[in-house]
Antibody, heavy 118, light 108 residues
């Protein structure tokens, strides 16, 4: 069965960096686009970034230039490098699988919490 | 960028029908997807491509989309349906996923 397991969250001071990982299993990882979606405490879902199976990427305006999405297909792992972190980046970060062509997110991980605080 | 508008809350008695709307400019020309998120859990896809259901989702969940409004309909509402519901589309002009602000469904 499809499983997505995030890790790497924690407490980091403003301006700091963190790398999140998402370990995928139960499907052919290299065939799918993968997304990061975040949710600030008590708020709604916010899309962060996508990386397609061909390696192309797209980012939300709020994180462009600070966050980098990447993937390691042999390791079946998705990453999100978070740099220049701000208080407003505090959120649970979910990874999810994309279902082309309609681009819905059919499987989600349980999320990892990033807290930006001094 | 494209904006999706949902009512913040909807309340319904058990056994009744809940309708959650998602407004957007000519949303009827897009494919709309819906997610259910219970407290402290990850979102779960309940309707995709306007009206299709993933395996394991009860037939009580259905969707429609026309004009400027998409609707998620939950028939014979149960206490276990209490959750936040989000609509989502793909904005091909920006290559971005767009979520609505979410609707909290309360079962009275």
């Amino acid at each position: 069965q499809v499983q997505l397991v995030e890790s790497g969250g924690g407490v980091v001071p403003p301006g700091g960096s963190l790398r999140l990982s998402c370990a995928a299993s139960g499907f052919t990882f290299s065939n799918y686009g993968m997304h990061w979606v975040r949710q600030a405490p008590g708020k709604g879902l916010e899309w962060v970034a996508v990386i397609w199976n061909d390696g192309n990427k797209a980012y939300a305006d709020s994180v462009k230039g600070r966050f980098t999405i990447s993937r390691d297909n042999p390791k079946n792992t998705l990453y999100l490098q978070l740099n220049s972190l701000r208080a407003e980046d505090t959120a649970v970060y979910f990874c999810s699988r994309d279902r082309t062509v309609k681009h819905f997110l059919d499987y989600w991980g349980q999320g990892t919490l990033v807290s930006v605080s001094s | 960028s494209y904006v999706l508008t949902q009512p913040p809350s909807v309340s319904v008695a058990p056994g009744q029908t809940a309708r959650i709307t998602c407004g957007g400019n000519n949303i009827g020309t897009k494919s709309v997807h819906w997610y259910q998120q219970k407290a402290s859990q990850a979102p779960v896809l309940v309707v995709y491509d306007d009206s299709d259901r993933p395996s394991g989702i009860p037939e009580r969940f259905s969707g429609s989309n026309s004009g400027n409004t998409a609707t998620l309909t939950i028939s014979r509402v149960e206490a276990g349906d209490e959750a936040d519901y989000y609509c989502q589309v793909w904005d091909s002009s920006s290559d971005h996923v767009i979520f609505g602000g979410g609707t909290k469904l309360t079962v009275l």
